[in-house]
């Protein structure tokens, strides 16, 4: 019998399977704190996919080609003199610290693979450190395939050694020593739970965190404060990407005035992840004039489906080729107003065009069956986070409709297993 395929193992094999009781073990103990297991079964009870997903060792080398041409496309002088100079003043704000976590989201299946954006503060890399602890396997060949803890006890003192190094690049006389995690209502968010693994494993590491809403945060005596408790360095959670909400005034006075380091911060936002940027990394002709070079501009244009910005010049073009593009606001997050071309109406047409939106060439998301019935098929994304260059971790997420929601049965963080160690796996 022939080795079985990507595609089968993804539609096929159920061996491998969430294990409830380690997942509790590690969220109750080895890593995070008492209630926390109840905590994640109540506010999020799809927050772990129920099965992992199977990638080819081509998809996961192709991510990574992207990756690597973006990165040194966004360290050309020319390129951060053209974006900075058409960002917000406070864009142009640099503190030496490059920005925790980004997250470059890509769609895959067997014909092509696109990154879809890139994310400044991508979430869930502590849930995925809980995941891949967590996973039952009945063949070792299988098992094997999947991430080993040690992998995972390099991913957790990776992160920690990010933050230093964060610190250390905008701080370097003093050792951090105090980290506040900071979110709008941080206890009502969705991944509230993720919040308190970081701070578990910050004070494992022997720095103090807190987890605090920008306004409980006060800017005096050129330090930032919580309470009586001088702040360090914030990791910053928000949606605002430049600090405008009257709220987030303390923290965007503490960031312009380096009293805290600030990770990820509006410039980052701005380097990478408006999604105008994207129309850049598509244009052969913008790229060229960059001085990118020939080899590094193939991968891009293969890798990056082609993006535009949406122009009132062009909208009886656009109107005509919806059906092949998929819609979303520039500064945009979390797949919000976003909208696949097919589905649009008159309504929301006129809502992209009175916007500031791009269009780009859609990529369909692979999918995953978790279980044998017509209804059990999921799609998904795959997730590389990425600190100064480097692929820190891949995870998947499982999900229905047009975007991910951590809303469907059986959907959410999925590990990712990569095909290659399956080489005697016949059936599932």
């Not at 910005?309 to 009886?316: C, G």
Request: aromatic share 8%; hydrophobic share 45%.
């Amino acid at each position: 019998m022939a080795q079985l395929t990507i595609r089968a193992l993804n539609n096929q094999c159920f061996c491998v399977s969430l294990d409830d009781d380690a997942l509790s073990a590690a969220l109750e103990s080895e890593l995070g704190s008492p209630g926390l297991s109840l905590l994640v079964r109540e506010r999020c009870p799809f927050l772990f996919s129920a099965r992992p997903l199977f990638v080819s060792p081509q998809h996961m080398a192709a991510m990574t080609a992207v990756i690597t041409a973006i990165e040194s496309v966004v360290a050309l002088p020319a390129w951060r003199e053209m974006i900075l100079s058409q960002a917000e003043a406070i864009a142009r704000e640099g503190s030496g610290a490059k920005g925790v976590f980004l997250g470059y989201d890509f769609h895959a299946n067997e014909n092509r693979l696109g990154l879809i954006e890139i994310n400044t503060n991508a979430g869930g890399a502590m849930l995925n450190a809980i995941l891949a602890r967590a996973q039952r396997a009945c063949c070792p060949e299988v098992a094997d395939a999947g991430a080993t803890r040690a992998a995972v006890g390099q991913l957790e003192e990776g992160i920690v050694a990010m933050f230093r190094n964060e610190w250390r690049l905008s701080k370097p006389n003093r050792p951090l020593s105090a980290i506040a995690i900071v979110d709008e209502t941080p206890r009502q968010q969705y991944l509230y739970p993720e919040f308190i693994l970081f701070q578990q494993l910050f004070q494992r590491h022997g720095i103090t965190a807190v987890i605090a809403a920008p306004e409980e945060l006060e800017l005096s005596g050129g330090a930032l404060w919580y309470g009586d408790r001088q702040i360090d360095l914030v990791y910053n959670r928000l949606t605002d990407f430049l600090l405008e909400q009257p709220a987030h005034a303390a923290l965007r006075q503490a960031y312009l005035e380096s009293a805290m380091v600030l990770t990820p911060h509006p410039q980052a936002h701005a380097l990478y992840a408006d999604k105008r940027n994207l129309a850049l990394l598509t244009d052969a002709s913008a790229l060229e004039s960059l001085g990118v070079a020939e080899n590094t501009r193939e991968i891009l244009l293969a890798g990056i489906p082609h993006t535009q910005v949406v122009n009132p010049s062009h909208v009886e073009r656009l109107w005509a080729q919806r059906r092949r593009l998929f819609f979303k606001p520039a500064s945009g997050y979390g797949s919000r107003a976003a909208y696949r071309g097919e589905k649009l109406t008159r309504r929301v047409w006129q809502q992209i065009l009175d916007g500031d939106y791009v269009a780009q060439d859609l990529v369909l998301p692979g999918e995953r069956a978790i279980g044998d019935g017509d209804s059990d098929t999921l799609k998904f994304d795959l997730r590389n986070y990425v600190y100064d260059g480097q692929v820190q971790w891949v995870a998947a997420r499982l999900y229905q409709g047009q975007t991910t929601n951590f809303r469907t049965p059986g959907g959410g963080f999925a590990p990712v297993y990569i095909a290659p160690s399956l080489r005697n796996v016949e059936r599932c």
